[in-house]
């Protein structure tokens, strides 16, 4: 008797094989690639570290954020060095607060500033230049032109003067960083557009008769999603540090409330007092945060780019 007598069997067989071997799709791919990236790991566990520190690390203070040791104020700040004992982790600051307790609340609020400030770029930007671009002629001409002519003023000139005008507001810093920001994804978004908007499914959407604001929303944002990724990470970083030199311009996040640009600002005028602490522990979060953003940016790039793929 023949070896294949059953050939259904082997053709069964061969399907099993076959489904087994099942392929990766791109974003399978990119996540791979990211995590073989160790620096971009590295960023990422930072990155989470610092986040959960800003969410939880209040339950593990021993003092409110605005809770003053009169003791400790003042020319007595000095005395206020971090110890585990009376409770002040991180010491006190000038006025006598739990540093602690406050580097908490300054996380929090530069990283808020952060990632809103980037959502509200992103959103805008990718939707005006993906717009452009999809509709192009002299509406692409005239909404870039205006871009550019954006471009040309000077942003923290800008922003410094909403400040001032409508008041120094957590609601007007989000505002006021996130609508003059979007300026950059904008061009980014425009340029991708122009290159995906005479691919076939785009053709097939307008011959099906789909409304161009569906084939933008539905078709051409999906396909712009891997670079608006990468400059989000990219942008968040950005916001920090717009954040951070307008506190310590002491127009931005303002009493009792507090960012990290503020605590920077306040602990560098103590310098001189012997209390390094009042700027070190601010500084060190600042930094680590921001490298910690770039690293995972720098690492969802090569990931993402289709290049090295």
Request: net charge neutral; hydrophobic share 50%.
């Amino acid at each position: 008797m023949s070896k294949h007598a059953n050939p259904d069997a082997d053709i069964l067989q061969e399907i099993q094989l076959t489904s087994e071997v099942r392929g990766r799709s791109l974003w399978q791919n990119a996540v791979s690639r990211f995590f073989r990236n160790k620096a971009a790991v590295a960023g990422l566990v930072v990155l989470i570290f610092v986040c959960l520190f800003a969410l939880f690390g209040g339950l593990i203070a021993q003092y409110e954020p605005d809770y003053v040791d009169f003791s400790l104020m003042g020319a007595n700040s000095y005395m206020g060095t971090p110890s585990l004992e009376n409770g002040h982790y991180f010491g006190v600051d000038y006025d006598g607060r739990d540093l602690f307790a406050r580097t908490v609340m300054g996380t929090r609020i530069s990283l808020l500033v952060g990632i809103v400030g980037a959502l509200v770029a992103v959103i805008v930007g990718t939707l005006y230049g993906a717009t452009a671009g999809y509709i192009g002629g002299k509406t692409d001409g005239i909404m870039m032109r205006t871009v550019d002519i954006l471009m040309s003023i000077p942003f923290m000139f800008v922003l410094i003067l909403m400040l001032v005008i409508f008041g120094r507001s957590m609601f007007m810093l989000f505002l006021g960083i996130g609508l003059i920001s979007w300026l950059d994804m904008s061009r980014i978004a425009r340029g991708q557009t122009l290159s995906i908007k005479n691919k076939e499914f785009v053709e097939a959407a307008i011959a099906t008769g789909v409304r161009p604001l569906t084939i933008i929303v539905r078709h051409i944002v999906p396909n712009l999603l891997g670079i608006v990724i990468v400059y989000s990470t990219l942008l968040v970083p950005q916001m920090i540090i717009f954040e951070s030199f307008i506190s310590y311009l002491g127009l931005g996040i303002q009493e009792p409330n507090t960012s990290l640009g503020a605590l920077i600002n306040q602990g560098s005028e103590q310098l001189n007092n012997g209390t390094m602490w009042m700027l070190g522990y601010p500084l060190a979060f600042f930094l680590i945060t921001l490298f910690a953003f770039f690293f995972v940016g720098d690492g969802l790039r090569d990931a993402l780019d289709p290049k090295d793929r």
